[in-house]
């Protein structure tokens, strides 16, 4: 089992919907929770970054904890065509080793 | 601010060639520095990891090997590219960690 699963889809939706990516991961020392977007042929970029359980929201992105279940969720409401996009998850452990562990990525097609 | 800055974008080697990618951060001094692989439709597989000036960590053996001459330099090579180093680099610091615009490597 990898450490960190995450469905490569695609995700296909219609524009407007509420889009829900997840990940499921099995180290419970994980403590950092961090999601990442890639366009086509770019580096990825940071879109949220959680510490330990709970939510945090920004704009139309909220991510989810939820350490009991070892469940990670990244919600994007209103979906547009632009949030077309291959989005990762990644986390890693507190303390000395702070080397992120990545999920494959899930490809994100939002249609007109 | 910091910025990341990494070079060439696109590269396309003979095989048996030697390769060189180079990556510099802007802004920020002593940071974690790091080489990660991105094959097709796959996970990033991290390659190297620095944590200072002249310290490397190599988290896959293969053909290639890693460098940093100075802070916030941090360089990608290999004496001879074999056909299965194709692929995309990434090279990133800091946690979370803050990603350069790759390097699409074909090696043909």
């Known amino acids: 089992q990898k450490e960190v699963e995450q469905d490569p889809g695609p995700l296909s939706v219609p524009e407007g919907a509420i889009v829900s990516l997840n990940c499921t991961y099995s180290?419970?020392?994980?403590?950092?929770f961090m999601w990442y977007r890639q366009y086509s042929r770019k580096g990825p970029e940071l879109l949220m970054y959680t510490y330990s359980s709970g939510n945090k929201e920004d704009g139309r992105f909220t991510a989810q904890v939820d350490k009991s279940s070892k469940y990670i969720s990244l919600f994007i409401r209103d979906s547009q065509p632009s949030d077309s996009a291959t989005y990762l998850c990644a986390m890693s452990r507190s303390g000395g080793s702070y080397i992120p562990t990545f999920g494959r990525g899930t490809s994100l097609i939002v249609h007109p | 601010s910091q910025t990341i800055h990494q070079w060439p974008a696109t590269l396309v080697q003979p095989v048996g060639s030697p390769l060189s990618l180079e990556c510099t951060v802007e802004g920020t001094s002593n940071p974690n520095l790091y080489w990660y692989r991105q094959a097709a439709g796959r996970g990033l597989q991290l390659l190297f990891y620095?944590?200072?000036?002249?310290?490397i960590s190599s988290e896959v053996p293969q053909n290639l090997s890693a460098s940093r001459p100075q802070d916030r330099q941090f360089i990608l090579s290999s004496k001879k590219l074999l056909l299965s180093d194709s692929g995309f680099y990434l090279c990133?610091?800091?946690?979370?960690?803050?990603f350069g615009s790759g390097t699409r490597l074909t090696v043909v």
């Open positions: 620095s944590v200072g000036i002249g310290q």
């Open positions: 180290n419970s020392a994980f403590q950092y």
């Open positions: 990133a610091w800091g946690t979370p960690s803050t």
